[in-house]
């Protein structure tokens, strides 16, 4: 019985450096919440527009990734300083690129995007105009 | 010996889909020629051998043949038996020999089945079939053939991503793919009924059964996905618009709006280009939403150049297949007429109008998952999420709730909304109630705000087509939209809740700490080591505690696989009638205590369970049809007998 406890120990003592290299310079707040839950929230919101860098498809607010956590401290720290969140973002922009938010910004190659929903509703609109006054003319 | 003994049956099957093209394209030409007669059995023997390929490749896995260089490179002796087969498609290869061995046990099975439509017709389908199919039969053999053997074999595989080793994952990519797949029955029928200029009623009804499976299955795939997603990535997110994700919810958006104009068409004669359309675009989202996963392009285009083959092979196919398709559609257009009209305020109006709704959602999405490539090719990464997608298609989705709410309501043909006022006084009703309640209870205005509002309205309004009817006598199939539309509400009741009502707690607690999550009091009690067949974990016991109820046991684990070595958080969650709690165990911090990461989230399991019935429904709608189906053909056979016996005694 105590050899197996002891086994158990050895394997998790085993275990614990692949995990300990995880951490990177100390980020209080990676893991941790704002005390005020307002501007928890506030940084809640802002983190889950803002994509992590190394996974696949995922948002900072959902990643185990050191720099994930690092990125998590930072927003909940300027928060808390009481910065906007969309000078966080813009400034996160900055560092990192437009790869990093995942509410794309209006610009000369991303206008389409935008325009898309108006062209959708443009063609909706003209498809059924069709049909409905085709079939009242019939 | 196996491996070459699949490989040599995918041979045979790729040289009969050959034999079932030529067939199919010959008996187009003339009728009566021979080859024509051989298309149906051609077809099924076709689906049996493709059939009898994947078997071998499951054995292969299912015994760890580590000689063969696809089950070297993705398992591991020390993995349990399911994960093992389920191995088989979790990789590149095995997924594309399961994509075509679905389509040709599907063929196969309409080849045996149907005889609704006129001969020629069926064959100029099976022909269709049997085109797309021997496009990726080529692309498994000559770009990624899965029986490759590896010499000299290694001493042990590689392993299965731990991420995918998980029971519910197991099965999401089996059930995703007869959805995709099951869609290229619909399209090949659209391609029959193309060549043959056999648009109508009978084309409809002898597609629906098929769409109305395929899409059962795709609404299961992504419901149980999407679960997996939210209990295995282990931070409680459902839905993350993922390219992947959206990559199976764009089939489903058009399967649906092709469902829905498949009953306009087989009841009314109507929308007949509009359906033939739908039924060439709900299987070309397939093939893209395949292209978009298996070539990688995805997540960057530079995974794209890891095997610039494979890509290029899937995009050529998607280029002839959909092209094709198209180049078919523009040229027979003119003599496929819409066919029967109908007024605005009709059951034809409400679904047309949805139809174009889900199409618009659809185009959204699409733009949505590809503009990132777009804007890469010149060389600018952008990023396109959640903040993106929920306003944009929010656009389309709540007037197309509005519009569901009344459209089963409505007569074919022309309708007052008059008539159906009073039906829509109980929905109005309890939709300004939950208003009241959702201003009452401080919820900020917003996209949740408007499902919390427009989802118990709806659901209300989902049963209202049962008003006045005779429930005992109500056929299948209406008892079928009825749980289907109501599980939309149930669903959009649970996404609006955890969006507007989920706590989160993050904290580092000591051994014995208690943390409150809501109306929770959770009790760190300690911290176990345990382990599996191939992996061990740091195990957390926490009491908690509902309200000071009785204290429930949840052990959630953070977990070590040593092939691939990968480190996972297995989440412990806990199910009342009211939400779920959900628990994960991160890591020690340097003073000893342990990272924990709490949700209380309000009819959050609603979501997944909308889902379900949203499938269930379908699957009453297609037993219902089906039924009808048998009788009709017991009632003929009986006549006909009848008859023959009458013509005897005269």
């Excluded at chain 2, 299987?283 to 890891?306: C, D, E």
């Amino acid at each position: 019985m105590k050899a197996r406890v002891f086994a158990w120990l050895l394997l998790a003592a085993l275990a614990a450096p692949v995990r300990a290299d995880d951490t990177m310079p100390p980020a209080p707040y990676a893991y941790r919440q704002l005390a005020d839950p307002r501007a928890e929230a506030k940084a809640e919101a802002l983190m889950e527009t803002l994509r992590c860098l190394v996974c696949q498809s995922q948002s900072i607010a959902d990643s185990d990734a050191p720099i994930a956590g690092d990125m998590r401290n930072q927003v909940r720290l300027r928060i808390a300083r009481g910065e906007d969140p969309e000078e966080i973002r813009a400034w996160l922009v900055q560092r990192y690129g437009d790869y990093v938010t995942y509410a794309p910004r209006m610009t000369r190659l991303t206008w389409p995007l935008f325009a898309a929903p108006l062209g959708l509703l443009a063609l909706a609109a003209v498809l059924l105009r069709r049909r409905f006054t085709g079939g009242r003319a019939a | 010996m196996l491996a070459e003994f699949g490989l040599a049956a995918l041979w045979l099957a790729a040289a009969l889909a050959a034999l079932q093209l030529l067939g199919g394209a010959m008996a187009v030409r003339d009728p009566d020629n021979a080859l024509g007669a051989a298309v149906r059995p051609v077809a099924v023997v076709q689906g049996l051998l493709v059939a009898i390929a994947f078997a071998a490749l499951v054995a292969l896995f299912g015994q760890t043949d580590l000689s063969v260089k696809l089950v070297a490179e993705n398992s591991h002796s020390a993995k349990p038996l399911i994960y093992k087969l389920a191995g088989t498609w979790g990789n590149h290869e095995g997924s594309m020999l399961l994509w075509v061995t679905v389509m040709g046990l599907a063929g196969g099975f309409v080849a045996l089945v149907e005889r609704r439509l006129p001969e020629a017709t069926m064959r100029a389908t099976l022909a269709g079939q049997a085109f797309v199919s021997l496009g990726f039969y080529g692309f498994l053999l000559f770009a990624s053939n899965p029986f490759a053997r590896l010499s000299p074999p290694p001493a042990e595989g590689q392993g299965l991503n731990p991420l995918l080793q998980d029971p519910g994952l197991a099965f999401h990519p089996p059930t995703l793919y007869l959805g995709y797949v099951g869609l290229s029955i619909a399209f090949s029928f659209a391609i029959g009924a193309l060549v043959t200029r056999e648009v109508g009623p009978a084309f409809a009804r002898t597609m629906r059964p098929w769409v109305l499976g395929a899409w059962i299955f795709l609404t299961l795939g992504i419901t149980a996905g999407s679960y997996w997603a939210y209990y295995d990535l282990g931070w409680g997110g459902w839905w993350f618009w993922d390219p992947v994700e959206n990559a199976s919810l764009m089939p489903w958006l058009a399967a649906t709006a092709l469902l829905h104009s498949c009953s306009v068409l087989a009841a009314r004669n109507a929308l007949r280009a509009w359906t033939v359309m739908l039924g060439v675009v709900a299987f070309s989202m397939s093939m893209i939403g395949t292209f978009l996963v298996r070539s990688g392009i995805l997540t960057s285009v530079h995974a794209f150049a890891v095997d610039p083959r494979r890509g290029t092979f899937i995009l050529a196919l998607l280029a002839i297949n959909i092209g094709s398709a198209l180049v078919l559609f523009a040229l027979r257009a003119a003599t496929v007429t819409e066919g029967e009209r109908f007024a605005v305020t009709s059951r034809e109006g409400a679904l047309v109008f949805n139809n174009v709704m889900l199409s618009s959602i659809l185009g959204i999405v699409l733009i949505g998952t590809l503009y990132p490539l777009f804007t890469e090719a010149f060389g600018e990464k952008v990023s396109v999420g959640p903040p993106y997608f929920n306003p944009m298609t929010a656009i389309f989705v709540v007037p197309m709730l509005l519009v569901l709410a009344v459209g089963p309501l409505l007569r074919w043909r022309r309708d007052r909304l008059a008539r159906v006022q009073l039906s829509l006084l109980p929905p109005l009703v309890v939709s300004a109630g939950a208003l009241v309640a959702v201003l009452a209870l401080g919820v900020r205005p917003g996209l949740p705000m408007v499902g919390l509002v427009l989802a118990p309205g709806l659901a209300v309004a989902s049963m209202m087509p049962l008003r006045g009817r005779h429930l005992r006598r109500l056929p299948l199939a209406v008892w079928g939209m009825v749980v289907a539309h109501a599980g939309i509400a149930v669903a959009l009741f649970g996404m609006a809740c955890d969006s507007a009502f989920s706590t989160e707690k993050l904290v580092a607690a000591h051994i014995g700490d208690v943390v409150a999550v809501g109306p929770w009091q959770v009790t760190l009690s300690g911290i176990e080591p345990v382990a599996g067949a191939n992996w061990t974990a740091l195990e957390g016991e926490l009491l908690v505690r509902y309200e000071g109820g009785d204290a429930i046991r949840m052990t959630p684990q953070a977990r070590s696989f040593w092939a691939p070595p990968q480190n996972t958080t297995v989440s412990a969650l806990h199910t009342r009638w009211n939400g779920q709690l959900y628990t994960v165990l991160g890591e020690e911090t340097e003073d000893g205590r342990w990272q924990l990461r709490l949700w209380w989230k309000p009819f959050v399991p609603l979501i997944w369970g909308g889902g379900f019935l949203v499938a269930l429904g379908g699957v009453l709608a297609l037993a219902g049809r089906v039924l009808a189906d048998l009788r009709r053909i017991v009632v003929r056979d009986k006549i006909a007998w009848r008859r023959l016996r009458q013509g005897r005694r005269a």
